[in-house]
């Protein structure tokens, strides 16, 4: 994704969404917009940053193999520098990368492949948590 790829809804739920995997992405924001949130995705961390100081985001969906940098990095940033509650989506490999996704500040860690029922009802669960 070359453009950041803004969709809204009349929710006041803001969501991004950072994966490098294009249709992967474009597939989420689609999801989760039926679902009524107010969604942006990216492909790149760079994107994710520039995003993140337009926009007051409540929840961030971040692939942890971004072409540009660690996704690791990237949920880091996020945990030490704004509210958002995080969600991390890493490759079936080893359970130390969820582990290290988890050490970064992500609230939850998903596995690929994105069951998208799974991670819409994460998301409704961190904005109830948010809400209360």
């Not at 949130?37 to 409540?58: C, H, I, K, L, N």
């Not at 509210?83 to 080893?94: D, N, W």
Request: net charge negative; proline share 4%; with cysteine.
């Amino acid at each position: 994704m070359s453009q950041p790829q803004t969709i809204e809804n009349n929710s006041q739920k803001w969501i991004i969404v950072a994966e490098g995997d294009q249709s992967l992405c474009i597939g989420m924001v689609n999801y989760l917009l039926f679902h009524g949130y107010r969604v942006t995705g990216v492909g790149s961390a760079y994107d994710f940053y520039r995003q993140v100081f337009a926009e007051p985001y409540e929840v961030a969906i971040i692939d942890d193999a971004l072409p540009d940098q660690s996704g690791l990095l990237v949920a880091e940033y996020a945990r030490k520098n704004t509210a958002m509650r995080i969600i991390t989506l890493s490759e079936p490999l080893f359970s130390s990368t969820v582990q290290a996704n988890i050490k970064s500040g992500a609230d939850l860690n998903l596995v690929k492949p994105v069951d998208f029922r799974l991670l819409a009802a994460c998301v409704t669960n961190l904005f109830s948590r948010l809400d209360s």
